[in-house]
């Protein structure tokens, strides 16, 4: 006699993936926000955090994950389904170009270099607002289709030479 098991339909879980310090300039707020809000419309999701690690700050939410920082996360953000990063103000994060040179989808705020790294909203992200008052849950967990974006060419190797 086996114990009784009724088949059900999983859920595809959201996986996510930001790499920056948990502080106020850095939308460590916005952060719980995404979070409550993926938990209010019943979204599956997981979130690795990498931040520094005298940070000591206990997770935010039961799907997230504090990992210690590390500079070879490249393989995890081309494994998850987006990158976040929701600070007040970025100047050319590496995070995001390398998110999008490997085909993986930006959820950020609109901070001014945003859309010039390439992050257009339903296309290769979302550009969320700061006051996080309209974040299109439903759409971020449906995905975006394969894009591909090339890095900006940097001409360092003019100006240095």
Same mark, same amino acid.
């Given at each position: ?18 790499? /920056?310090?948990?502080? %106020?300039?850095? !939308? ?11 938990? %209010? ?9 990498? /931040? ?36 007040? /103000? $970025? !100047? ?7 998110? +999008? ?31 996080? /008052? $309209? ?7 449906? !995905? ?15 100006? +240095?030479?």
């Amino acid at each position: 006699m086996y114990n009784p098991y009724t088949v059900k339909k999983p859920h595809k879980v959201l996986n996510l993936i930001s790499a /920056t310090r948990l502080t %106020a300039e850095k !939308g460590f707020n916005r952060m719980v926000a995404l979070a409550d809000a993926l938990d %209010a419309a019943v979204i599956p999701f997981h979130w690795d955090v990498y /931040t520094e690690a005298s940070a000591r700050v206990q997770p935010f939410n039961k799907s997230v994950s504090i990992l210690p920082q590390r500079l070879d996360i490249l393989d995890f953000i081309a494994n998850a389904d987006y990158l976040v990063q929701l600070s007040y /103000t $970025e !100047g050319y994060s590496y995070s995001i170009v390398e998110a +999008l040179s490997v085909g993986t989808p930006v959820i950020c705020t609109a901070f001014p270099v945003a859309e010039e790294q390439g992050i257009v909203n339903g296309k290769t992200g979302f550009i969320l607002p700061f006051d996080m /008052t $309209e974040i299109p849950v439903k759409e971020i967990y449906k !995905g975006i289709k394969p894009f591909k974006v090339e890095p900006r060419e940097s001409h360092y190797d003019e100006i +240095l030479s």
